[in-house]
């Protein structure tokens, strides 16, 4: 047993939190609890979920280069996300049960929990997918993106089916390349505004009004990745689907091209200031369900290209939830909200009901935070493996201690915790790989 004492929750409340490290649960939650085992004081901390991060490219099997599901793991870990979504375009790409277990076989070096999900192509095989314990169906894309995977509508319609007869979510990437626009990819490759100006916000919204419509007639779970227009997020919500927001398209916007060049480059793309702000309102006032990372590496060497050649894609597994916490620190959301937003909805939306709460009962997957303890965000400090962050001298709120199902995978050295003798540093120490598919 572990005693977590005297912490914080999300909603305010100061508990006592006793974990059963046999079993990965928690075993009680309560204003005093007698200590058994172990003990942490958790005085002036707070104590959440974990974050369930449901949208990652681990780049396993195929480009290792990148990333692989170690260092995307550890990276995970310390940033406080104990449950990721693996996308399906690797290579070979998700879309069969052959690749599905070739991907399995990987993630058993993860340090957090996992779900892998199925791919859709001309190529798919549904039957093997199905037999395979995937967790949702998607990223389907509705227009070409790292991989190539792009699907016409009626294959889409068919996926979309499927997946409702299989009781399973489908994950869209909604875009429309009909609605891109030609005269923006005749602008200079130096002119890094003009990806922006390319694949347009118009192309996003008209994608999810259609990807909702072909979804309610199927009667279909519909969750919408990385909606990076208020226009796309009300479109998602008004059509009954659920929808989530990158931070990158949260905290950056087109005004931050001169600084990143095409390392700012990814899909959808970087949008005005404007409906950056009006995004970060709808994330605020509880209209998007859930902050997933599409956390997708690449090298230095790949991104140093012009805007039209270099791949589309930034890391941010390790440092979405602290950016949310400094924005909460600073009084721009509530800590309610980061808690919904990171653990309790994205658990709802994928069916993950042992996760997502600190509640008794329910998986020990927990992440202590000194909620004070800002520090910048550098690209160095950083365990992803490509090694730089679109967020480079931005503040974040880092958690001290990272728990899966009970066991420490990440220790700052903050806390004087039974692996720990204090002195925080931004490595840390981790644990040992303990991720398991989570429909499993």
């Not at 480079?392 to 220790?411: Q, S, W």
Request: hydrophobic share 35%; glycine share 10%; charged share 30%.
């Amino acid at each position: 047993m572990l005693t977590v004492r005297n912490a914080t929750l999300a909603d305010g409340r100061q508990v006592d939190v006793r974990i059963d490290t046999s079993a990965g649960r928690i075993a009680g939650v309560g204003s005093t609890l007698t200590e058994s085992g172990d003990s942490i004081d958790a005085t002036g901390k707070l104590l959440l979920p974990g974050m369930i991060d449901a949208h990652v490219h681990f780049r396993q099997p195929g480009f290792s280069h990148k990333e692989t599901w170690e260092t995307g793991s550890k990276s995970a870990a310390a940033g406080g996300v104990t449950t990721v979504v693996d996308q399906p375009n690797t290579d070979p790409p998700t879309v069969d049960g052959e690749a599905f277990d070739r991907k399995a076989d990987l993630a058993n070096d993860s340090y957090v929990d996992y779900g892998i999900n199925g791919g859709v192509t001309e190529e798919w095989d549904p039957d093997e997918l199905f037999a395979r314990p995937v967790l949702a169906l998607g990223e389907v894309f509705l227009a070409d993106s790292t991989g190539d995977m792009g699907i016409e509508e009626d294959l889409f319609r068919e996926a979309v089916e499927r997946a409702t007869d299989e009781y399973r979510v489908v994950t869209v990437h909604a875009e429309d390349a009909d609605l891109f626009s030609e005269e923006a990819w005749d602008r200079d490759g130096d002119d890094y505004d003009a990806w922006s100006a390319y694949r347009t916000a118009e192309a996003e919204a008209a994608a999810v009004e259609r990807a909702v419509e072909i979804g309610a007639e199927a009667d279909a779970e519909i969750h919408v990745a990385h909606t990076s227009t208020p226009e796309g997020v009300d479109a998602a919500t008004t059509g009954g689907a659920t929808c989530e927001v990158t931070p990158h398209h949260l905290f950056l916007s087109r005004d931050d091209y001169d600084e990143l060049g095409t390392f700012g480059r990814m899909n959808p793309p970087l949008r005005s200031e404007d409906r950056r702000e009006a995004l970060f309102e709808r994330v605020a006032d509880g209209t998007v369900d859930v902050v997933a990372t599409d956390h997708a590496p690449h090298t230095r060497e790949e991104k140093d290209a012009s805007i039209w050649d270099a791949p589309s894609g930034v890391p941010g597994v390790e440092t979405a939830l602290p950016l949310l916490l400094e924005e909460a620190r600073k009084g721009n959301l509530s800590y309610e909200r980061v808690r919904d937003l990171t653990a309790a909805t994205p658990a709802d939306v994928f069916g993950l009901t042992r996760k997502g709460k600190v509640e008794q009962g329910l998986m020990a997957d927990l992440v202590l935070v000194d909620p004070d303890a800002s520090r910048e965000i550098r690209g160095e400090d950083l365990h992803s493996k490509c090694g730089w962050t679109p967020f480079e001298g931005m503040a974040g709120v880092f958690p001290e201690l990272t728990m899966v199902r009970g066991n420490v995978v990440y220790d700052s050295g903050a806390s004087e915790t039974p692996r720990s003798e204090g002195g925080a540093t931004a490595d840390g120490a981790f644990g040992d790989p303990v991720g398991r598919n989570v429909r499993e």
